[in-house]
Nanobody, 122 residues
Framework: QVQLVESGGGLVQPGGSLKLSCAASGFTFSRYVMNWYRQAPGKERELVAGISDGGGSTNYADAVKGRFAISRDNAKNTVYLQMNSLKFEDTAVYYC???????????????WGQGTQVTVSS
């Protein structure tokens, strides 16, 4: 089955950096767009960044442009989110997500990781 496992969250001071990772399995990773979302307390989940299957195209929410960078390593089935110049308002649970067909299936579905907490605090 499809599994997405995030890691790398934690507590960081404003202006600091963190790098999140998401290890994927259960589908052909290199064929699918990967996304990072986040959800802050009391707010709806929002798209933070996305990357094309080959990694040549990326997109970002306006709130993180110029500070965050999404990348992927298709050999390692892993997508990353480098977060720099972190702000208080970046505090949220960060989720890795994709719409993909599991190995052995032709039916795509939306899949989510369990999330990793990022807290920006002084």
């Amino acid at each position: 089955q499809v599994q997405l496992v995030e890691s790398g969250g934690g507590l960081v001071q404003p202006g600091g950096s963190l790098k999140l990772s998401c290890a994927a399995s259960g589908f052909t990773f290199s064929r699918y767009v990967m996304n990072w979302y986040r959800q802050a307390p009391g707010k709806e989940r929002e798209l933070v960044a996305g990357i094309s299957d080959g990694g040549g195209s990326t997109n970002y929410a306006d709130a993180v442009k110029g500070r965050f960078a999404i990348s992927r390593d298709n050999a390692k089935n892993t997508v990353y989110l480098q977060m720099n110049s972190l702000k208080f308002e970046d505090t949220a649970v960060y989720y890795c997500s994709t719409v993909a067909a599991p190995d052995g299936s032709w039916s795509p579905g939306r899949y989510w990781g369990q999330g990793t907490q990022v807290t920006v605090s002084s």
